[in-house]
């Protein structure tokens, strides 16, 4: 990876938008990198959306701001049109292509469909859908180290939740082959 | 130092507490600052500890008016017009010599403003806010592991000196997660005080201790007043405040403090990339305002630039520090804004144009 990876992560409240960031985040941090995790609290969440920055990189991290962004995780349309603008010349734009019904304008960035919330409907849970984007992301990116990932889920989730786990490591996988 | 934790910067402020002995909180809720009071409501009572939501920011501030005089340590915290009410509560406690901290994430105003990140409440917490001539020792922490750091040594501070303290931050150092580690519980840094001045009853033992701010005799609330005076000097003395960065060599000295100092620090990389040389100065403790360092570039840089999210009132400070040596300029964003790299760039350019 680069020395310094800008990730925005967007779409609606529920979708589990703010826990992926979280737990990209963590393994980031596992990883021995510097992280930022910023989530949106403003008046943009109250339309029922969310989005957060999270920032993973090998040097200190400055502002957790994110003005522009090396790769844009969508899961719905309302955030691609709010976010596909500050992506970095070259980027990355993920999107969950069962809930966005457009494509991608630009041309000057790399577009990724991924049917995510289908293919976690498939699965028998929705809510692994955010998983499922996350395993897209790291394939594009290499951003974390899976393993990681899997110590992530470890910290993050209270321990009654742990017999997730493996669904949550498939559906990671499931993202990193599509 | 312990394990590696991701935490949000409120919840650390709150574990930073506990772990700094504060055993009584007393709060009311408001964004961006409430993950405080909801840590604290699960985690007083596994502690023995004491955790009221209060029924008014007003009704808080003088529990913990009552809290402190009984010598425990205490907390409370709110946002911009919670602190507000406070005041009157504040301006006591320092009448008083109470020592407390008080914690303000700082949202947009004025009035009821906006929810968003702000600073606009530098001139209330250092230049007086309630009535009366006193100081509230005040420390604007830039990171979580900052957060953590100095929550710590405003407990102590505090109980040393037997005055208020203040964390200021603002919604994104309060809602971002970062890293931090804390100290092994029996390596924190909790220096205990003897609070022989604290209400904790007689025993019939020694003679009764009142804690109070009425003084009707002039001559005895002079000296009172001077008392606290000389207290504020020797803080301002001793315990000053202040990070220095990049400033050997620099053309243009760019102030800010919490959030705005780490886009700074960004702008710091993009100006050396253009060969545009820039230091940062950041106040720490905002009062006693670092006024030393800047006193000490004003004899190599050509300017100054004073970058808050507020309409210019650090920059008051910084003028009376390098008092009229070398121009100090000021760029702002209000209302929730929060300046950009490219803005703050653009504005050195511009600067060092002229």
Request: hydrophobic fraction near 40%; aromatic fraction near 8%.
């Amino acid at each position: 990876m680069g020395i310094q990876q800008d990730i925005i992560i967007a779409g609606f409240g529920g979708q589990g938008i703010l826990s992926a960031g979280r737990l990209l985040a963590y393994a980031g941090m596992l990883e021995n990198k510097n992280v930022s995790w910023l989530p949106s609290y403003g008046p943009e969440m109250r339309g029922g959306t969310a989005n957060c920055n999270v920032i993973i990189s090998e040097e200190p991290v400055g502002s957790p701001i994110l003005n522009s962004a090396t790769t844009l995780v969508v899961m719905n349309g309302p955030s691609l049109d709010k976010f596909e603008g500050v992506v970095e010349k070259g980027g990355i734009i993920i999107i969950d292509s069962s809930l966005v019904d457009r494509k991608v304008k630009r041309s000057d960035v790399e577009a990724c469909e991924i049917p995510a919330t289908m293919m976690a409907s498939d699965m028998g849970n929705l809510t692994y859908a955010n998983i499922i984007m996350l395993g897209k992301l790291i394939a594009k990116t290499a951003i974390i180290d899976k393993s990681n990932f899997e110590k992530a889920l470890i910290k993050v989730l209270p321990p009654k939740k742990h017999y997730m786990i493996p669904e949550e490591m498939k559906a990671l996988e499931l993202g990193m082959s599509y | 130092m312990g394990e590696k934790l991701l935490m949000k910067g409120n919840e650390v402020i709150a574990e930073a507490a506990l772990r700094a002995g504060c055993r009584h909180y007393f709060g009311y809720p408001i964004t961006p600052q409430t993950e405080i009071a909801h840590y604290m409501a699960k985690r007083m009572p596994q502690v023995n500890g004491t955790f009221v939501q209060a029924e008014s920011e007003v009704a808080a501030i003088n529990m913990v008016y009552g809290a402190a005089s009984a010598g425990v340590r205490v907390l409370t915290s709110s946002s911009s017009p919670g602190i507000s009410l406070k005041q009157e509560g504040l301006s006591y406690m320092a009448g008083a010599e109470l020592p407390a901290v008080v914690v303000n994430i700082v949202r947009c105003g004025p009035g009821l403003g906006g929810i968003l990140p702000a600073q606009c409440d530098y001139f209330q917490t250092v230049k007086g806010g309630g009535h009366g001539d006193y100081k509230i020792y005040t420390l604007a922490p830039c990171s979580v592991q900052e957060l953590y750091e100095l929550t710590v040594d405003a407990f102590n501070i505090s109980d040393r000196y037997r005055i208020v303290t203040m964390i200021m931050g603002d919604g994104i150092l309060g809602q971002m997660m970062e890293a931090v580690e804390f100290r092994d519980e029996h390596e924190e840094k909790v220096i205990p005080y003897d609070k022989d001045w604290a209400t904790t009853g007689t025993q019939m033992k020694r003679d009764k201790n009142v804690v109070t701010s009425i003084y009707i005799n002039p001559e005895v609330l002079e000296k009172h007043n001077q008392k606290l005076q000389a207290k504020y000097a020797t803080i301002a003395q001793e315990e000053t405040r202040v990070e220095v960065f990049n400033c050997e060599e620099a053309d243009i000295i760019v102030t800010a403090f919490g959030t705005v100092a780490r886009i700074v620090k960004n702008v710091i990389k993009l100006a050396e990339k253009e060969g545009i040389k820039v230091g940062l100065i950041r106040p720490i403790t905002l009062w006693p305002f670092p006024d030393a360092a800047f006193r000490q570039y004003s004899e190599t840089a050509k300017a100054f630039l004073s970058v808050e999210m507020n309409a210019g009132q650090m920059v008051e400070d910084v003028r009376l520090a390098v008092n009229g040596k070398r121009p100090v300029y000021f760029y702002g964003r209000m209302g929730g804004m929060v300046p950009a790299q490219s803005e703050i760039l653009n504005k050195i350019k511009e600067i060092l144009a002229k």
